[in-house]
T-cell receptor, first 111, second 112 residues
Framework: RKEVEQDPGPFNVPEGATVAFNCTYSNSASQSFFWYRQDCRKEPKLLMSVYSSGNEDGRFTAQLNRASQYISLLIRDSKLSDSATYLC????????????FGKGTTLSVSS | DGGITQSPKYLFRKEGQNVTLSCEQN?????MYWYRQDPGQGLRLIYY???????QKGDIAEGYSVSREKKESFPLTVTSAQKNPTAFYLC???????????FGSGTRLTVV
């Protein structure tokens, strides 16, 4: 079983749409969770950490479901500038030494 | 401003040559990492170091070597034994995995 799985997409949405991405992880003992954003040919940048109680940053909402071992990212009122690849990232404590990355979900927002 | 710097941004290598990619950070992070990313693929861990003078192989270490003589620096050498080195190489550092990584801007290596 892959450790962190994401639907690769692409998700093609119009401006103003709401879009949601899910990610599943294999290790129930995982400790911390993140969403990173990667623009084409650039480095990944931290979008937000994901907390057990869920958290929101402007148009972005992240949720964690430990029982089902999945993480979600909701983007409301999509902008053209949201077009990017979104990486789900997990700190699997048993792995101990490095973060585990999903392959990413590609979002394309069009006018 | 604190950050992590990779150089060069673009690198061209002839077959049979070794090349070294630089990664320097002034964030005072203990842990540093090297990843490789191929088009349409996820990040694959090459090597990591949690402390000076110590480093560990990641998932795809064959054909690569590293050193960690200083806390700030973690250079990666791509040797001639790496048969398919053309890729985007990313260096990262971390204070604590619960806070995530900071990435450098990457080096794009092409074999010519």
């Amino acid at each position: 079983r892959k450790e962190v799985e994401q639907d690769p997409g692409p998700f093609n949405v119009p401006e103003g749409a709401t879009v949601a991405f899910n990610c599943t992880y294999s290790n129930s003992a995982s400790q911390s969770f993140f969403w990173y954003r990667q623009d084409c040919r650039k480095e990944p940048k931290l979008l937000m950490s994901v907390y057990s109680s869920g958290n929101e940053d402007g148009r972005f909402t992240a949720q964690l479901n430990r029982a089902s071992q999945y993480i979600s990212l909701l983007i409301r009122d999509s902008k053209l500038s949201d077009s990017a690849t979104y990486l789900c990232v997990v700190n699997m404590v048993q792995a101990g030494t490095a973060l585990i990355f999903g392959k990413g979900t590609t979002l394309s927002v069009s006018s | 401003d604190g950050g992590i710097t990779q150089s060069p941004k673009y690198l061209f290598r002839k077959e049979g040559q070794n090349v070294t990619l630089s990664c320097e950070q002034n964030l005072n992070h203990d842990a540093m990492y090297w990843y490789r990313q191929d088009p349409g693929q996820g990040l694959r861990l090459i090597y990591y170091s949690q402390i000076v003078n110590d480093f560990q192989k990641g998932d795809i270490a064959e054909g690569y070597s590293v050193s960690r003589e200083k806390k700030e620096s973690f250079p990666l050498t791509v040797t001639s034994a790496q048969k398919n080195p053309t890729a985007f190489y990313l260096c990262a550092s971390s204070l604590d995995l619960n806070y995530g990584y900071t990435f450098g801007s990457g080096t794009r290596l092409t074999v010519v």
